[in-house]
């Protein structure tokens, strides 16, 4: 018995060793883990309290690098406008922003946004607006539309304006929005199914030929006060109807060039009293007729060709809209997403992993 003592001991004694053994090890990997958890979660926290050029650099590298701060307001701002309440812009609407961006990095582009009218809040959560504060010379403001049009022939009209009864409000109301603006304060104005491939700043009091013996006002760039402008404010209450398509905007701005140059025709490129009516290849190098050449294959030498003479390129959203893009394709259009807006072209391949091909 008395030999049995010392055994039970030592077996006693190796039982608490390696019961300590085993404790000491498991707190070690569960102080590790917990370790290497609060370290990851420190870390995602870190990121996302990083300054918002950082978290761009991180997440967007193809975006370019801007100076310390915003340029300087300066004349020749870029505008672009959105109408309607809608507050999800669509892959295309933040192409034609960031390729214009991108092309004019020392000048202010300006997104006026209806929805933002009545907000008192900041803008909401979409992935969009988060891209576009990677860019210092964007800013998004309220489209206040009674401010916007005070001092000009177009204030009696929208106060008396038909709203819910015209067939195509919304694009009058463009329409009235792009010339107030360019009389208001000058620049450019482009709407938002352009994709930007030059800069535009040596163009003045200028805008397109669409087609034969007809002008768009998808592009405009003109002086402040300019008496162009002015001339198609007075026509376009004076002359007023907003039940036929076109008359308030591409036929408006023809009658008014006709008028203000004494001609019964529009050649291919002409220019009088100072406000010049650019060539069809300019910005309309693909016609609205053949809008789904857009989306076929292309390739880079058929794209530099067409593009020489091309300050910016017009989708024909209206016609378009819907259409799915193969966006990693030799289309057209992928190939200027990919070549002008590169940061919006990465999140739609992003987005195509986990969904068929964005329509654009």
């Known amino acids: 018995m008395s030999n049995c003592l010392p055994k039970l001991t030592m077996v006693l004694l190796s039982h608490r060793l390696g019961a300590l053994f085993i404790f000491t090890v498991s707190f070690v990997f569960f102080a590790s883990v917990m370790f290497s958890w609060r370290t990851g979660e420190d870390a995602e926290s870190q990121l996302y309290s990083l300054p918002t050029q950082s978290r761009c650099e991180l997440l967007l590298p193809s975006l370019p690098h801007p100076t310390a701060s915003r340029p300087s307001p300066s004349p020749g701002n870029v505008f672009f406008v959105e109408t309607s309440e809608r507050m999800d812009p669509s892959y295309l609407f933040m192409c034609s922003v960031e390729s214009a961006a991108r092309m004019h990095p020392g000048t202010r582009v300006v997104v ?33 539309l009674p401010e916007l049009f005070s001092g000009t022939p177009l204030a009696k009209w929208y106060l008396q304006a038909q709203q819910h009864w015209e067939p195509y409000f919304l694009p009058v109301l463009s329409d009235a929005c792009r010339i107030a603006i360019m009389w208001k304060f000058g620049g450019i104005y482009l709407d938002t199914d352009f994709i930007v491939l030059k800069n535009l700043k040596n163009l003045t009091n200028a805008l397109g030929i669409q087609s034969q013996d007809v002008l768009n006002g998808a592009f405009l760039s003109f002086k402040p006060k300019h008496e162009y402008m002015e001339l198609c404010m007075k026509d376009f209450v004076d002359n007023y109807n907003g039940w036929i398509w076109a008359h308030q905007g591409p036929d408006l701005l023809t009658r008014v060039f006709k008028k203000w140059c004494s001609i019964s025709n529009i050649q291919s490129t002409m220019s009088c009293k100072g406000v010049s009516a650019l060539p069809p290849e300019a910005f309309y190098p693909i016609p ?52 002008f807006c590169p940061a919006t072209y990465a999140k739609m391949k992003k987005d195509l992993e986990e969904q068929p091909g964005p329509a654009v």
């Not at 929805?115 to 860019?135: D, I, Q, V, Y």
Request: glycine letters at 4%; a positive charge; charged letters at 20%.
């Open 112 to 144: 006026l946004m209806k929805g933002l009218a009545n907000r008192n809040t900041s803008l909401p959560k979409h992935w969009g607006f988060s891209l576009l504060r990677c860019f210092p010379n964007v800013e998004i403001w309220p489209l206040d």
């Open 288 to 339: 609205w007729q053949d809008w789904k050449k857009l989306f076929e294959a292309t390739s880079p030498l058929v794209l530099h060709k067409l593009l020489e003479n091309t300050y910016a390129v017009h989708v024909w959203n209206k016609l378009s809209h819907g259409t799915r893009l193969e966006i990693t394709s030799q289309a057209l259009l992928a190939q200027l997403y990919s070549q």
